[in-house]
């Protein structure tokens, strides 16, 4: 009696709760409301309530929490409207639910149930194990992206609220949640201007897959928050003065890097926490009408008190990124001796930079005509999916270089400008303007100076192309180029050339199995196209017309009927040559490596650790099965963990190492410091004196009194390795102690 008195209670506390986020979620929606509004929220709620009531979430708590809380996500953080949070609040109920499309259509209408559509094929995207499927849907969903944003921007929001949530769930979840977070949301986030939620995603996928790193920068942040605080009011302090004497009308702050930005300086430029000079960033909003002058005074006035650099100057007031971004920003010597970055913008182009693609058509009326590269970029993407043939994780790699990378401006003969990712060349632009320019291109005037079209851009140039009407796409362009759209442009047209070499094979082929009195079908086609290793009928019609293969080679096939069957002594020769690799991928795991693995089972298994990371016990790891090398282990934060467990979710299995302190894993540091006399003897000393490390090898480099090398050692644990760092680093004369991964070696 007592535990159903219990329950009862519970499930009313629940109710208020539940109750309570969606009251806070209608105030927040308050100034967006119009009449007949609030029914239809009100409705999309009791709709969203009523289909999730039996499901909760892995912390325990009822599912609704999560629509509600992505809803209100929607609107306080990206600024969308009542639409979206009708679709936010519904967005899982197809997927996981009774509720149909054509229910949400009646009560919502087309647009909501188009929304919802999307995002449901959003969430189809990670569960599918076809790569070339999930290719396939990425598509759609850049599609989705171009026709209406909002779709994207909802997945966002529904990605930053499981981010934020997901404690709860299994370790290999959280691993590849957070690499695909990494992997694609992230990039989307920023590319679609909403940078506080890019930051936030990218701190949260590094909480989970470098944890001890993420802890110790979070607990560094803490520990110097008095001294940045006290920084950076004296920083102020002459600004806000002289802002004030100048009847500016104006907000100014500093705020800290994200904990994501502060590791990849240490990592990129090879220093401490405490080297890192830009942990900071002073931003000042003005509220103005003459944007452009006033953000400009606004920098006179801070250079007037601090001197700054010229190379870290960038200017997105003139010229704004294509993701709308305006800005103004540079770096300058602060008090002490320190750089400080300042970051000026209005109170526009602050929404635009914090609210990205919604606050950029709140403003689209009223502006002058630099917002339309956004609706441009959203145009390009709709051009790059044009390409009816596309090799699966090419084109996602691609894509992600060509829309979510660093971008260069340069500008036609007429002076027009266009945004290419950086290292983008001559032929990249010529296919930018027109994909038979692109094509018949033979070079390029940069800058009124002659270059061949491989020739690589940069920010400014001029490019004039020259074209002539022989000219015709060959296989060496595709190293030429870097943007998505140049790439698939040149594969179609080589393609198109390959058909109509190949259908002369194709008729050559037919007239030899008419003589054999064998029959033209399929399955006698691909018998000759598995014999000769060739992915596609269309290869082997290739190979023979351009004589690879000759038609007398298919009178080695016999006839059986109207039938082909291959060679027997080539069936031979296969199986050697794969008993052969078998072999040799056999030789490469090292004698008593032990993994276990957590499946559905626990058990021992052989693998092989993967070059790209080489780990060593004590790294956080997971298995990655390869579909030819057996299964791999990498270190979660490997290089390419995040394209991995992204991509391949279905092929990643949960490991710990095993222990076992009779095996010993190669590794290796890199070193730098001061060419000391004696230095590499107090090395030598640390490594098989003190620590009785069996070290295989040694290199150093020395130049201009300062010295560079990495050191081979074989080691049981990770604990040795960070011991021995630490070691290092502590003698004088040593800079820096760096584990060194298999390929930088």
Not at 121 to 146: G, H, M, P, R, Y
Not at 185 to 207: C, H, N, V
Not at 341 to 367: F, P
């Amino acid at each position: 009696m007592l535990e159903e008195e219990n329950k009862i209670i519970a499930e009313e506390e629940e109710k208020k709760l539940i109750l309570r986020e969606y009251r806070s979620l209608l105030r927040a929606l308050k100034h967006r409301l119009k009449k007949g509004d609030k029914r239809l929220v009100r409705r999309a709620f009791e709709i969203a309530a009523d289909a999730h009531k039996d499901m909760r979430r892995k912390s325990g708590e009822p599912y609704i929490f999560h629509p509600l809380a992505v809803a209100k996500i929607v609107v306080e953080e990206i600024g969308l409207g009542v639409t979206s949070v009708i679709c936010a609040l519904l967005h899982d109920t197809v997927e996981d639910t009774e509720v149909t499309l054509n229910e949400i259509e009646m009560e919502f209408g087309i647009s909501c149930s188009k929304i919802v559509e999307g995002l449901t094929k959003i969430s189809n995207v990670v569960e599918t194990k076809n790569t070339t499927q999930q290719v396939e849907n990425f598509k759609k969903i850049l599609l989705t992206l171009a026709d209406d944003p909002r779709v994207i921007l909802i997945k966002i929001a529904d990605r930053l609220h499981n981010m934020r949530t997901m404690d709860s769930m299994s370790r290999d979840k959280q691993l590849k949640i957070a690499s695909e977070t990494t992997f694609l949301y992230a990039p989307l986030a920023m590319r679609l201007g909403l940078y506080e939620i890019k930051s936030e995603l990218e701190d949260l996928s590094m909480k989970y897959t470098e944890n001890d790193v993420f802890e110790e920068i979070t607990q560094k942040l803490r520990d110097t928050k008095r001294e940045r605080t006290k920084y950076i009011n004296e920083f102020i302090k002459p600004i806000k003065e002289e802002l004030e004497r100048n009847h500016f009308d104006f907000e100014i702050y500093g705020r800290p890097k994200s904990i994501h930005s502060i590791w990849n300086k240490i990592k990129t430029k090879h220093v401490t926490f405490e080297e890192v000079y830009d942990l900071f960033a002073i931003r000042i909003i003005l509220n103005t009408n003459t944007e452009k002058e006033d953000c400009w005074k606004v920098f006179s006035i801070i250079t007037n008190y601090y001197q700054h650099s010229l190379e870290r100057l960038r200017d997105w007031v003139s010229t704004p990124k294509s993701n709308g971004y305006e800005a103004l920003h540079t770096t300058v010597m602060g008090p002490g001796g320190k750089w400080v970055e300042v970051q000026i913008r209005t109170n526009r182009m602050n929404e635009i930079a914090e609210k990205g693609l919604a606050a950029h058509w709140k403003y689209k009326d009223g502006s002058s005509g630099q917002e339309s590269k956004l609706d441009e970029w959203l145009k390009h993407i709709k051009e790059l999916l044009q390409n009816p043939d596309s090799n699966a994780m090419d084109f996602i790699q691609d894509l992600k270089k060509d829309i979510l990378g660093d971008e260069i401006y340069v500008y036609t003969p007429q002076g027009d400008m266009r945004i290419l990712p950086t290292g983008s060349t001559s032929l990249d632009f010529a296919f930018d303007i027109h994909s038979e320019l692109g094509k018949t291109c033979i070079g390029a005037k940069v800058n009124y100076k002659l270059v061949p079209i491989g020739h690589e851009l940069k920010n400014a140039d001029q490019i004039e192309i020259i074209t002539s009407k022989k000219q015709k796409p060959q296989p060496d362009w595709l190293n030429m180029v870097v943007t998505a759209k140049a790439k698939s442009r040149i594969k179609y047209y080589l393609k198109e050339e390959k058909r109509i070499i190949a259908a002369d094979g194709k008729e050559m082929l037919f007239r030899k199995l008419d003589n054999m009195k064998v029959a033209t079908h399929s399955d006698n086609i691909n018998e000759m196209v598995n014999y000769y290793k060739y992915t596609s009928a269309l290869d082997l019609y290739y190979a023979i017309a351009v004589h690879t293969i000759e038609l007398k080679e298919i009178s080695k096939f016999t006839v059986i009927g109207d039938r082909l069957e291959a060679p027997k002594e080539a069936e031979k020769k296969v199986v050697a040559r794969e008993d052969f690799q078998l072999d040799l991928s056999k030789e490469m795991p090292a004698k008593g490596y032990e993994l276990v693995l957590f499946g559905e089972s626990s058990d021992k298994i052989e693998y092989k650790l993967a070059t790209c990371c080489q780990p060593i016990p004590g790294d956080d790891v997971f298995g990655f099965i390869t579909s030819s090398e057996g299964l791999k282990i990498h270190r979660t934060n490997c290089p390419n963990a995040s394209t991995l467990l992204a991509n391949y979710g279905h092929r990643v299995i949960k490991a710990k190492w095993a222990k076992n302190k009779e095996i010993s894993f190669l590794t290796g540091v890199k070193i730098n410091g001061i060419d000391d006399v004696g230095i590499i003897n107090k090395i030598t000393n640390v490594v098989s004196g003190e620590l009785k490390m069996n070290m295989r090898s040694m290199s150093i480099d020395s130049a201009d009194g300062l010295f560079e090398g990495t050191i081979m050692v074989f080691v049981n644990h990770k604990e040795e390795l960070d011991d021995l760092c630490t070691r290092l680093e502590e003698l004088e004369g040593i800079n820096k102690v760096l584990r060194l991964d298999m390929e930088e070696r």
